[in-house]
Structure formats: structure tokens, C-alpha cells
């Protein structure tokens, strides 16, 4: 059984940083890609970051590049997201996925396990 629990998650204001993490139980972390996903209130969950299961290929959505890093530790079964230039329009609860793949992924039919969710509110 997979289980994602996020962490990380408060209260900044616009311009500041935060970085989430996702501690993932059960055994082969390092054989998928991992991915943030952001749902705000009364918006549909959208793809925020992936990461391959090497960490060395990553893809964003656009408007998170340049200010959000998505990283991995398979060691530690771990996945991060740096977020940093924070907007208000970053209010979210953000949530990590775990692909069926090993390859990125954008759309959500891709994963198959995913965390309860952690909030990030940014406030202006």
C-alpha cells in the first residue's frame, strides 16, 4: 500500500518562499514519476510540477516556471517543491501524485496514488 504525506504547507506573504515535502511509504519510490498538483476553492485540481523517476527530467506548468523547483531524494523516498516569488494567486491546497510511469506526465489520469493535501495561502 502507498501512502503520500505532504508537509510544508502555512501562511506567506506574496514574494516569499516555502517548500513542501512528500514522504512516500511502500517500497519502489525511485520506479515513478512523481507530480504537485493545486486545487483552489471552486477550480478544478491542476498540474503544477512532475519529476521522472531519475529526477533528472522535470516538467512545469506555465505559470510556475522559473519560480517553483520540483526535486526528488529517492533515498529517502521524498519529493519536494521549492516555491519561491510566491503570488496570492498561489493560493492553494497542493497536493503530490504518484505516476504509474516512470516518465513525466501532465495530465492527472496518469497517477494513481495520491496525499491528503497540504494549504499554502499567500497573502498580498
Known amino acids: 500500500q502507498v501512502q503520500l504525506v505532504e508537509s510544508g504547507g502555512g501562511l506567506v506573504q506574496a514574494g516569499g518562499s516555502l517548500r513542501l515535502a512528500c514522504a512516500a511509504s511502500?517500497?519502489?519510490?525511485?520506479?515513478?514519476?512523481m507530480g504537485w498538483f493545486r486545487q483552489a476553492p471552486g477550480k478544478e485540481r491542476e498540474f503544477v510540477a512532475a519529476?521522472?523517476?531519475?529526477?533528472?527530467?522535470?516538467d512545469y506548468a506555465d505559470s510556475v516556471k522559473g519560480r517553483f523547483t520540483v526535486s526528488r531524494d529517492n533515498a529517502k523516498n521524498t519529493l519536494y517543491l521549492q516555491m519561491n516569488s510566491l503570488k496570492p494567486e498561489d493560493t492553494a491546497v497542493y497536493f503530490c501524485?504518484?505516476?504509474?510511469?516512470?516518465?513525466?506526465?501532465?495530465?492527472?489520469?496518469?497517477?494513481?496514488?495520491w496525499g491528503q493535501g497540504t494549504q499554502v495561502t499567500v497573502s498580498s
Open positions: 511502500g517500497r519502489s519510490f525511485s520506479d515513478y514519476a
Open positions: 519529476i521522472d523517476r531519475s529526477g533528472i527530467s522535470t
Open positions: 501524485a504518484r505516476a504509474y510511469v516512470g516518465t513525466t506526465r501532465v495530465g492527472r489520469q496518469w497517477y494513481n496514488y
